[in-house]
């Protein structure tokens, strides 16, 4: 069965480009011009993947406000901002929000599309994961389950996205070594620029943080990547 491809873009011309690139990959696209049109269907049926431009017609955030939608509904959904605005602002206000990715319009095709082919990969081997029996990771406070893909600080829940729970589970396998940036992608099985990878850390440590305001389990290794606190264990 074909993957099924929301993308949400109110520039016509683009939108049917984008579309009909993902067709000849084989994808099912289904396309959207505004939040509140995409919003009455995808609240009925989630596809495999969303693709949303921040700006929306007379929405200049109005792709933030869908991405906090679908997150309502699902914590595991694929999501990819694709926009014009380049600035760190924005990558960094779309990662808070729970998307998974963050790219420009003038980003290739063949570098969307293999964001998009690692992300469903990704959810492959997840929903494969979840026919097996659990496993628990426990670290201390922290109790991480694998298959379920759930995570507990001192038994109480925190909402992590795809992205942000392989980051995590990268990190919490073997406390005290670095992890790098490139590893810590290979982890999620995605493709991100270094700053985005340093906002999904930050994300995760904000999560934690709101339950634990002494929380210290994920460190940085200066110029070298991120680690979990051994002492955590």
Known sequence: MKKHLVLIEDEP?????????????????SAHGDRASAWQVLRQSLPDLAIIDVGLGDEPEGGFALCQDLRSLSQTLPIIFLTARDSDIDSVHGLRLGADDYVTKDMSLDHLLARV?????????????LQKP???????????????MTVAWNDAPIDLTVTEFWMLYSLVQHPGHVRSREQLMEAASTVLDDNTVTSHIKRIRRKFLQLDETFDGIQTAYGMGYRWNAREV
């Open 134 to 148: 659990d496993e628990v990771l426990q670290r201390g406070q922290l109790a991480l389950n694998v298959d379920r």
């Open 13 to 29: 011309a683009i939108r049917d480009n984008y579309r009909a690139a993902f067709e000849r990959r084989g994808y099912r696209v």
């Open 117 to 129: 082919t690692a992300l469903l990969r990704r959810a492959d081997a997840w929903a494969e994961a």
